[in-house]
């Protein structure tokens, strides 16, 4: 039988996730934490844009990454709702975050289409919450499955 506290741990951490990124996109919004280049003694970027800064004076960011951190963290709280939901939000939040932190590492990828920062810290915070995604998407799952013939989706 699938262990009841096994299941909500991965829903947890789905929670988890989403309230991470929701508080991330939102306080990418708020001006006094969000340093801009050339204002502050923050690094600067070869690729300023509209809303652009450091979020906390690490993260770097602009409107378009602070929008994208608010829709994951609402996906991730949706998530919350479910075994499946969840299993599918770690397991598409792994594939997207890893691509990101995997595209940060070569140079000349600085941003996504020069729509989104993928340099610095973001690629630690992606790859980061990528391994946290994979180990409650791929990892934990199967470990609920071993042994006892089901799945770990509710549906079944």
Known sequence: MIQQPDIMKIRTAALV?????????????VSGITFIPGVTDSPTSAYPGPGYGYLFGIFPTNYFHNAIGILVGLWGLAAFTSIGGAIAFHQIFTVIYGAQAILGLFPFTKTLFGMMPLYGSNVLL????????YYYGFVKPGLLTKGTGLTANASK
């Open 17 to 29: 996730l989403g309230v991470i990124f929701l508080l991330l996109g939102l306080s990418g919004f």
């Open 126 to 133: 992606s790859l980061l919450t990528a391994g946290i995604a």
